[in-house]
C-alpha cells in the first residue's frame, strides 16, 4: 500500500483495496491450518487504543496482533493518566517513546487518527473515529461480499438505518463506489446525510428500498449519539425500516444479510433474520481477522 497509515477509505485506490482483498484470501488460508501463527512480524510492537468502547474490533485486531507474532500492549483508558488529564498529545507522545511500530485507534471524535497519524512515527490505523470512518470495517465487508456473491462489482446494495451517525455506511460508500455498485440508502430522512459526488439513490420507504437487491446492510441505531429525536419510537422504526422475513422476500432470493454489530435485535433487525441462512453476520466477524492481517502487513512494508 502507499500510505504507511489506514485512516480512511476515501483516500485508497482501488488497487489498494484490491491488494488487501487478494492479500487477506491468502491470510484466511493460513487461519484455517491447526497452527495459526506466523512469524511476519515478529519483534513489531502495537499499541491497542480504544476511547471508546468496542467487543469485535478491539478483540479481532488483539488475535491478529497475536497471529502475526507481535508484541502487544493493550491501553487502558480508565486506569491511564488520561483520568488525571492527560493530553492525547502527551498520550501519544510518551508512547511513541517506546518504540513502538503501530497505534490501533478508536475514538469518539472524527479526525483523532490523522492527529495522531500527523503527530507521531509509528503507523496509525483508525479503528473507528467519531462519525467519520471505520475503514478496517469496509474492507472486511468487502471482502465477506466478495467471498459469498464472487464479486465486488455491479451489484445493488441497500445500506439501511442510521446512515447519519455510522462511520461503518460512510467508510463503505466510499469503498463500494469505487467498484461500480449502485448503492440505495434507506432510513427516515432525518438520518440520511447529503452525501455529495457519489451515484446514490436514497429512500424513506423500505420496501422500495430493498427491492431486487443483491446485499442488505443493515445499521445499528446509535442510541448513544442521539442527540435529539431523529424518529418517534423504536416501536415505529422497526414498523418502517426493521428487517423481518417479510421485507427480506422482498430482496433477491440469494441476497445476503449484513450487519457490523453489535445488533440492536428487535430495533434494526428480527432475530429470525439475524440467525437465518441468508445472514453473513458471524462470516463478517471471522473475515476481520483476515483482512486485519492483511492490513498489519501490507502497511508494516515488509
Ligand atoms: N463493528 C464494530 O466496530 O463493532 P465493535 O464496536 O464491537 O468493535
Redesign the pocket.
Known sequence: MKDRHLLGIRDLSKQDIELCLETAKGFKDVLRRDIKKVPALRGKTVINLFFE??????TSFEITEKRLSMDVLNFSVPSSSVVKGESLLDTIKTIEAYGVDFIVIRHSSSGVPHFVANNINASVINA?DGINE?PT?ALLDAFSILEKKGSLEGLDIAIVGDIFHSR?AKSNIYLLSKFNNRIRLIGPPTLIPEIKNYNIETFSDMDKGIKGVDVIMMLRIQLERQGKGFFPTIQEYFKYWGLDKKRLAIAKDDAIVMH???MNRGVEISSDVADCPQSVILDQVTNGLAVRMAIMYLLSGI
Do not use: D, L, N
Not at 468502547?53 to 478491539?58: E, I, M, V, Y
Open positions: 468502547p468496542s467487543t469485535r474490533t478491539k473507528g471505520h470495517q461503518v457490523p454489530g453489535p
